[in-house]
């Protein structure tokens, strides 16, 4: 499901291109964004499990 998602992101970038008529640098901040959120959601995961010592992963 993920990886679906990871290649679905670069069709959804052509039809933003499109639809808001981004050029390519504005457009690869949608690319930013998507593994951003990977990149914040492992750093909160990593801050709350070392501070709490409490592991979600059971």
């Not at 639809?19 to 801050?47: E, H, K, R």
């Amino acid at each position: 499901m993920w990886g679906f998602m990871t290649a679905f992101n670069d069709i959804l970038i052509s039809r933003f291109k499109e639809a808001f008529t981004l050029n390519y640098y504005d457009a690869m901040f949608v690319q930013l964004a998507f593994f951003g959120a990977y990149f914040i959601g492992s750093l909160a995961y990593l801050i709350i499990s070392a501070t709490t010592g409490v592991s979600w992963a059971r």
